[in-house]
């Protein structure tokens, strides 16, 4: 599982006008199944989302692919960790600890 954490690296104008581009590339990676939530961070410096990739590399190339990132109005921080315990809406995504 991945965090993948967004700060934007320009104005709000710049970020806003991408923003129905960045929308449905969001809900395309809803709908196969990558995305598990997402949102604004707060104060609105940038977003968090929730993902779900074999490897990194994988999460690595859908987030390159985000209309902010060509556009160069957001970084991306990925963070990976092993989901051991969530709650029952993801338990099909519950990981195990390595051997």
Sequence with gaps: MFILELTYTAPL????ALLPAHVAWLERHYADGAFLASGRKVPRDG???LAVA??????EAIAATDPFVPA???AYRITEFLATTTAPALAAHRQTLPA
Aim: net charge negative; charged share 30%; hydrophobic share 50%.
């Design 54 to 59: 074999p490897d990194r590399a994988a999460v």
């Design 72 to 74: 160069g109005v957001a």
């Design 47 to 49: 977003g968090v989302i």
């Design 13 to 16: 104008e710049r970020v806003d």
